[in-house]
């Protein structure tokens, strides 16, 4: 009966009162009233909230006495919330309840409806994902911490590389303004030198010769007076002559030479014309097998020719040497790089020829970068000379001095081995006992080879002990 009441009071409204223009238009022969749950802010304007208590009236719906008496009446509907009256057009449907049997049950936002429980599957999928998100995030950060600290490490070396560069920098410009500052100092004392010798020359000159007519001398005055005269008047051929019949007194000549180049007016361009009849190549017509070997005349020179071209004020950063000796210097060294290929290769040259080399190149200060790999070769096959390792470093082998000394173990030099580390500092690099020990396993069997020849047994008794003193030495 409410029903019914309600349903034409309010078809007779809607008929005086037309939809918004967003809802269908109504057609008078279809038109009925629904009710359904849906929200009020989406439709019509006037509308009724129907409480289990009471109807509230919520808008300026005029409703005629008798439907409000008849609602008073029926104010308690069970299981009602909420209404909302909905004209449709040509739609067709009929006016049903949220309880009518024919329509499907319309959800009323209302109400408080029960949660759909989330499948087992579904809470396994989301646990998956999640783990896969954390291992995820920390791949990530762990390849981002990675990465920072790799950046970190590497701005610590650039760091530390360009604060080197600075210090080097800084050691350079000052080298190079104390050389600038120096260079009229330093040109003025060679000048005095030079009117120094000059006048001791002529003095010498004006001696009579019956002082010392045989040049014979005895004593060591006499050998550094005879070989300051020499130098005095440049005779760089007597010179050599006679600086190559003293041998046996080597160390004499090695204390007294230096002075002697002193008297010099120009000692580089002395010692170039002194060793000249040797070296880059020998000039001598025949040889004989006691003279071949002059290459100790010519490294004794060179040496000697070291403290006498050293800056007197700024010291060894700077040698007093002219252009033209030192380019002629450089003609030299290309000259005997040239004789390599005659003399069949770098395995065939003598080694009394390539430590002359090696002395020149250092001494006038004319060592060439591109050229460092012949010179490590060289020092490896004439290793066994002593000055060697001295001349490796002056040559700029310092870096590859490592590579060297494994070099010479593999080739079974132990001793030579020994001599290097020793020498640059690789001591615990390369420990001597089991260098010395193996050099001394190798010289016993290489003495038990020659024991089987009868004939050798003499040279097997002194490779032994040879072998024996030098591991009693260095242990």
């Not at 303004?177 to 060679?190: L, N, P, Q």
């Not at 010798?197 to 003095?203: D, I, Q």
């Not at 173990?409 to 615990?428: C, K, N, P, S």
């Amino acid at each position: 009966m409410l029903r019914n009441l309600c349903s034409g009071h309010v078809a007779s409204w809607v008929q005086l009162n037309p939809p918004p223009k967003h809802l269908p238009a109504y057609s008078s022969k279809s038109t009925r009233v629904l009710s359904m749950s849906l929200p009020r802010h989406q439709f019509l304007t006037r509308s009724f909230y129907l409480s289990r208590h009471r109807l509230c009236h919520l808008s300026s719906l005029p409703l005629s006495l008798s439907l409000s008496r008849a609602l008073k009446q029926h104010t308690k509907i069970s299981r009602v919330s909420f209404f909302s009256f909905v004209v449709l057009s040509d739609t067709g449907l009929v006016n049903r309840s949220k309880s009518s049997p024919n329509m499907g049950s319309i959800p009323d936002p209302g109400e408080l409806t029960e949660l759909t429980q989330p499948s087992f599957d579904e809470f396994q999928r989301q646990t998956s994902l999640m783990t896969s998100c954390t291992l995820l995030w920390k791949e990530l950060s762990d390849h981002f911490t990675s990465l920072e600290q790799n950046i970190r490490r590497k701005s610590e070396v650039l760091r530390q590389k360009i604060q080197a560069l600075d210090h080097e920098t800084k050691a350079s410009l000052d080298s190079f303004k104390k050389r600038e500052v120096t260079i009229d100092g330093s040109v003025e004392i060679a000048v005095d030198r030079v009117e120094e010798c000059k006048s001791e020359a002529l003095k010498y000159l004006e001696c009579p010769d019956g002082e010392n007519p045989d040049g014979q001398v005895d004593d060591d005055d006499g050998m550094l007076l005879s070989l300051k005269g020499f130098c005095l008047k440049m005779e760089a051929g007597e010179f050599w002559k006679f600086v190559i019949t003293k041998k046996k007194e080597l160390e004499a000549l090695r204390s007294q030479i230096p002075l002697a180049l002193t008297e010099c007016v120009d000692p580089p361009k002395f010692v170039l014309e002194a060793i000249s009849e040797v070296f880059p190549v020998d000039k001598r017509g025949e040889r004989t097998e006691k003279g071949n070997d002059l290459g100790w005349a010519c490294v004794l020179i060179l040496e000697s020719l070291i403290p006498v071209m050293v800056d007197p004020v700024i010291g060894k950063s700077r040698l007093l040497v002219t252009p033209s000796v030192k380019e002629r210097a450089k003609e030299i060294a290309e000259t005997w790089k040239k004789s390599l290929e005659e003399r069949g290769g770098i395995e065939n040259v003598k080694t009394p020829d390539v430590h002359t080399f090696l002395q020149h190149l250092v001494t006038f200060g004319i060592v060439k970068r591109e050229d460092v790999e012949l010179y490590r070769k060289l020092v490896v096959g004439s290793a066994w000379r002593k000055q060697m390792p001295k001349l490796a470093l002056s040559l700029g082998l310092g870096q590859k001095m490592p590579d060297m000394i494994a070099e010479l173990i593999g080739r079974g030099q132990q001793l030579d081995a020994v001599h290097f580390t020793y020498e640059v500092g690789l001591v615990d690099m390369f420990p001597p006992v089991p260098l010395l020990k193996a050099f001394l396993k190798d010289a016993r069997k290489s003495a038990a080879s020659i024991l089987e020849d009868p004939d050798n047994t003499g040279r097997s008794a002194v490779l032994l002990i040879y072998s024996s003193k030098f591991l009693f030495t260095y242990c």
